[in-house]
């Protein structure tokens, strides 16, 4: 998926949901979006959703080189995928630590 066309689903997505420009852009509550690369080899060829993540921590895309890939949790992580990731920041720490 090129670039234009993420850009153009992230502008409806916030069309279509003010609350996710509001969770993304707030500076007032103690959460954070982060992007974190797979370097842990044990957590590649896993599923996302066998993949166990913080309570509190949401996959909002994944990056495989040029792609861009809408997470869902049959989706296969793969070493030096880049996540992009909306989460508390303790657990956002934890998220970092499990995919270093």
Do not use: Q, W, Y
């Amino acid at each position: 998926m090129c670039a234009a066309s993420c850009s153009a689903l992230l502008l409806a997505l916030l069309l279509r949901n003010t609350d996710v420009h509001t969770l993304l852009t707030s500076k007032t509550d103690e959460r954070d979006v982060r992007e974190v690369t797979i370097n842990n080899a044990n957590v590649s060829g896993k599923r996302l959703r066998d993949v166990h993540l913080p309570r509190d921590v949401l996959v909002l895309s994944i990056r495989r080189g040029e792609d861009f890939i809408i997470p869902h949790g049959n989706v296969e992580i793969e070493l030096f995928d880049r996540l992009t990731l909306l989460g508390c920041l303790p657990d956002l720490e934890e998220a970092e630590d499990m995919f270093a």
